[in-house]
């Protein structure tokens, strides 16, 4: 259903936006687990090594999530405020 693309492309959006603030802030070695673990779509190692060597890992994603989540609303109110105009 759209909805359920709809949610899939918002999680790909989330997790990418997570994962270019860890590459801000990880090491070499660690950068180069994470590469290796996206490159064998492993989702559930992925997981496991963030959380296990990622301080922070849950402010990171809560703080990407916000950003994105407010600029979804600023894009409605944006779609709205065109509409009311082009009425």
């Known amino acids: 259903s759209r909805n359920k693309e709809l ?4 999680a790909d959006t989330l997790q990418n936006r ?3 603030r860890l ?3 990880l ?3 660690d950068k180069q ?3 290796k673990y ?3 779509n492993n989702a559930e ?8 060597n990622v301080p922070g890992l849950d402010l990171i994603a809560q703080s990407e999530y916000e950003k ?5 609303l600023s894009q409605n109110e944006e779609i709205k405020k065109i509409i009311e105009e082009n009425k």
């Not at 190692?45 to 296990?52: A, G, H, K, V, W």
């Not at 994105?68 to 979804?72: A, T, Y």
């Open 68 to 72: 994105l989540r407010q600029e979804l």
């Open 23 to 25: 590459m801000e802030v």
């Open 38 to 40: 996206i490159a064998e």
């Open 45 to 52: 190692l992925l997981n496991e090594y963030l959380i296990e």
């Open 33 to 35: 687990n994470l590469d």
């Open 27 to 29: 090491s070499e070695e």
């Open 18 to 20: 997570v994962i270019t």
């Open 7 to 10: 949610m899939a492309q918002l």
